[in-house]
């Protein structure tokens, strides 16, 4: 089963709308992470935002925040007044502990365009 | 400045051959990974290493290996190259909350 899922595989939004990325998890473990990094048509991996299982608070980052449920295993991105360079494929990410450490795991990945 | 690189950056090889791909991190962390991206996959993790020696296989560990003699380098060694390891490689090392990535290597397997 997989463990990160994004089930939007592309997104359009309007330069200087908000818009949200889906990303739901599945774990069993009580301490874990939830990530999310950017790769623009470069390829590069870029680093946008991090929220604990015991933060209470959610996350921001500038433009980014994480909008963390829980209760429903839901880590959305966030992303307020879209621009160009926004566009970019966004992977959600999970970090849970297994006998060694940490193991990462990715979801498959959306594909977001910013429309001018 | 320190950083992750990653050599070479482009690869093709025949079938059968073995490959080795680096990775170099100067910032002296301890944790460091090897994934490989494919459409419709995401990324998804081949080894890792928590530190000198230690090497753990991750979910596509399969006809792959890595070994870490220092803390800077993880190589990692594709032993009989397939035309199903065809992809793009990305290396990465964590401190704290944050993994750092390398620019990738694409390789194509004839």
């Known amino acids: 089963a997989q463990k990160i899922t994004q089930t939007q595989p592309g997104m359009f939004v309007q330069e200087k709308e908000a818009v949200t990325l889906d990303c739901t998890y599945d774990?069993?473990?009580?301490?874990?992470?939830l990530f999310w990094y950017k790769q623009p048509s470069s390829g590069e991996m870029i680093f946008l935002i991090y929220?604990?299982?015991?933060?209470?608070q959610n996350a921001t980052e500038g433009r980014y925040s994480l909008n963390f449920q829980k209760a429903r295993k839901s880590a959305n991105l966030v992303i307020s007044a879209s621009q160009l360079g926004d566009s970019a494929m966004y992977f959600c990410?999970?970090?849970?502990?297994?006998?060694?450490?940490?193991?990462?795991?990715f979801g498959p990945g959306t594909r977001l365009s910013v429309l001018p | 400045d320190a950083e992750i690189t990653q050599s070479p950056r482009h690869k093709i090889t025949e079938t059968g051959r073995q490959v080795t791909l680096a990775c170099h991190q100067t910032?002296?962390?301890?944790?460091m990974f090897w994934y490989r991206q494919d459409l419709g996959h995401g990324l998804r993790l081949i080894h890792y290493?928590?530190?000198?020696?230690?090497?753990n296989k991750g979910e596509v560990s399969d006809g792959y290996s890595v070994s870490r003699s220092n803390t800077e380098d993880l190589p990692l060694t594709l032993e009989s190259a397939a035309s199903s390891q065809t992809s793009v490689y990305f290396c990465?090392?964590?401190?704290?909350?944050?993994?750092?990535f390398g620019p990738g290597t694409r390789l194509t397997v004839t």
């Open positions: 990465a090392s964590k401190s704290g909350d944050e993994q750092y």
């Open positions: 774990t069993s473990d009580q301490s874990y992470g």
């Open positions: 929220q604990g299982s015991y933060d209470e």
């Open positions: 990410a999970m970090r849970e502990w297994d006998n060694y450490g940490q193991n990462f795991v």
């Open positions: 910032w002296n962390h301890n944790n």
């Open positions: 290493s928590y530190g000198v020696q230690d090497t």
